[in-house]
């Protein structure tokens, strides 16, 4: 972490933040830096609390501390959506398994930022999940044909996924990652280039968000056979089907 104070100050974005942790000191940390970056701020130290202010506030994007006293936000994020609110949410969470990311990006957050962190990194990712939040059409894909390969069918004007023609239910993010991996069917793509195009990070972050990613993706979309995601060691992923099969691609 660093102190707040080392941050300019810069204009207000016109987005509302609402931070969710029940450490105090943490707290006040992340309200302090996100207020001097130009971001209006709310904050909650609970669950409960937390489900009220995004009710009441219809905040841009919510920071989400994994344990809070009377919930867990993996859980919250779900009640979330289950309410109609689809407000992004970056975790902030001290557990670092594979599968611990698995389920917090499952539950519908958008990205994480593991504990100990540094102010900066946490801006950065909001404001990258913001660009993508804010993106016109043109950016986004709409309007443009259907991404196929395979059986595999992605439409970015409907935001529809389907695999020999069953639909599929992606998260934004899953749904971003399949679409850059169907933009170039039979390229191996490195990591640090996914997180570029998928995640949009200006700097050398975490590929192990895009392992993360990959790894519940291929749990949705590589169900039934043949598998089309595949990894190539060492460099990154590649859709394909599987060498030698008869099956015909299309691109």
């Known amino acids: 972490m660093i102190d707040e104070h080392t941050l300019t100050r810069t204009p207000a974005t016109g987005h509302t933040i609402l931070v969710v942790e029940d450490d105090a000191s943490i707290r006040t940390l992340l309200t302090s830096a996100l207020s001097v970056a130009g971001f209006a701020v709310a904050s909650a130290a609970s669950g409960q609390e937390a489900m009220f202010e995004a009710g009441n506030r219809r905040p841009h994007l919510i920071v989400l501390d994994v344990m809070l006293p009377d919930t867990d936000g993996f859980q919250l994020t779900r009640d979330l959506r289950a309410q ?3 407000t992004p949410v970056l975790f902030l969470t001290a557990r670092t398994g594979v599968e611990d990311r698995i389920i917090g990006l499952s ?5 994480y930022v593991t504990k100990p962190f540094h102010v900066q990194e946490v801006l950065l990712r909001i404001r990258a999940i913001l660009r993508r ?3 016109p059409a043109s ?9 196929r390969y395979a059986d595999l069918t992605l439409d970015e004007t409907t935001h529809e996924v389907r695999r020999a023609n069953h639909p599929l239910k992606l998260s934004p993010t899953e749904f971003r990652l399949l679409a850059c991996l169907l933009a170039h069917p039979e390229r191996v793509l490195e990591k640090t280039e996914i997180l570029q195009q998928v995640w949009q990070y200006g700097f050398s972050g975490d590929t192990r968000i895009v392992d993360t990613y990959i790894k519940n993706l291929r749990r949705k979309i590589d169900r039934d056979p ?3 995601i595949h990894t190539v060691r060492g460099v990154g992923y590649c ?8 099956h015909t691609a299309d691109r």
Do not use: E, H
């Not at 539950?107 to 990205?111: H, K």
């Open 226 to 228: 043949p598998a089309l």
């Open 139 to 147: 950016a986004t894909g709409a309007g443009r044909p259907a991404l």
């Open 84 to 86: 109609g609110i689809y």
């Open 133 to 135: 939040s804010n993106a």
């Open 239 to 246: 859709l394909r089907l599987p060498r030698g099969d008869t």
């Open 107 to 111: 539950s519908g957050g958008d990205d």
